[in-house]
């Protein structure tokens, strides 16, 4: 039991790992008007742990990248930009991996997704509109000038986009790493959503 525990930690700790360096690899903008935010797929390897250990390991995964991001990555945004990504993550995370232990097949992963990207979408609303205004100093007007045209559709490509990846890889990416299925093969004709096939 205890070497199970370990081997999960471990690999949880090559998530984390892999979602710090994509950020490093991958970040560019998609509004020319709102350059300042960047989509990049940190977020994937982090959507692949809640699948495959469930929405509070997720959160868990969530927790210490937001943290590593503050810290290693852009200590500029500070603990504001951490709590932002926790919530908004956090979000995605619980939705979709509720769904998915639920309906453990490539239809639960998809439905999973699709409510995770909304989540975290719906979630990122109020998030800008206290931390961005209270914490950043953008007026609220401004933010509020920009929900519409630029913050609701860059949240939605983001997330949408880091789901289409996950939903592609998550299967490659679990054998490459080992992690376990969650007895998959098992019952009652349920399957691993064949990702990448």
Not at 113 to 139: D, E, K, R
Not at 143 to 171: D, E, H, W
Request: charge should be positive; proline fraction near 6%.
């Amino acid at each position: 039991m205890r070497s199970k525990f370990v081997k999960k930690l471990v690999r949880m700790g090559l998530l984390c790992a892999l979602s710090i360096v994509l950020v490093y690899l991958v970040h560019f903008p998609i509004f020319p008007s709102a350059p300042f935010l960047e989509y990049d797929m940190a977020d994937v390897p982090i959507f692949i742990g809640a699948f495959m250990y469930g929405p509070a390991s997720g959160l868990v995964l969530t927790a210490v990248v937001s943290v590593l991001q503050w810290l290693l990555i852009s200590p500029q945004s500070g603990w504001v930009g951490a709590v932002m990504h926790f919530f908004a993550t956090g979000a995605f995370v619980v939705a979709a991996g509720l769904i998915y232990r639920h309906f453990h097949t490539r239809k639960g992963a998809f439905l999973g997704l699709i409510a995770g990207t909304l989540s975290m979408t719906l979630m990122m609303i109020p998030l800008n509109l206290v931390f961005t205004v209270h914490f950043y100093g953008t007026p609220a007007e401004v933010v509020r000038s920009m929900m519409l045209p630029v913050i609701i559709p860059f949240n939605l490509i983001k997330a949408a986009g880091n789901s289409v990846i996950t939903f592609l890889l998550y299967k490659s990416v679990g054998s490459a790493l080992r992690l376990e299925r969650g007895g998959a093969a098992s019952t009652k004709g349920k399957a691993e959503p064949e990702c990448g096939q």
